[in-house]
Nanobody
Framework: VQLVESGGGLVQAGGSLRLSCAASGFTFDGGAIGWFRQAPGKEREGISCIGRSYSSTYYADSVKGRFTISSDNAKNTVYLQMNSLEPEDTAVYYC??????????????????WGQGTQVTVSS
């Protein structure tokens, strides 16, 4: 499984960005795609996920109401629309995939495949 993130950049507080995660190489159905982020000096935080075979989604409280996850199965791409960005959202954002026997949940576990990350910087 290969995952490639894109769409990061520099934006002012209150602005928006849309991240993309292009996925390929799946040999199984099921599982979930998640978005994680890691700011300097902080632990990695799971912020959202979406099921690959169904539209179940999850959002961490820190992004709920501001971020929206969606998928285009025809393009094998998962998006993270980020609105009302805050300086605290500054981080490297990663997408990741589980294997076939996990599902999207608030536990955000089972993510075995990871992209290289894309930097998001929000200026105040």
């Amino acid at each position: 499984v290969q995952l490639v993130e894109s769409g990061g950049g520099l934006v002012q507080a209150g602005g928006s960005l849309r991240l993309s995660c292009a996925a390929s190489g799946f040999t199984f159905d099921g599982g979930a795609i998640g978005w994680f982020r890691q700011a300097p000096g902080k632990e990695r935080e799971g912020i959202s996920c979406i099921g690959r075979s169904y539209s179940s989604t999850y959002y961490a409280d820190s992004v709920k109401g501001r971020f929206t996850i969606s998928s285009d199965n025809a393009k094998n791409t998962v998006y993270l629309q980020m609105n009302s960005l805050e300086p605290e959202d500054t981080a490297v954002y990663y997408c990741a995939s589980t294997g076939p026997y996990y599902y999207c949940s608030g536990f955000l576990t089972g993510y075995d495949y990871w992209g290289q990350g894309t930097q998001v910087t929000v200026s105040s």
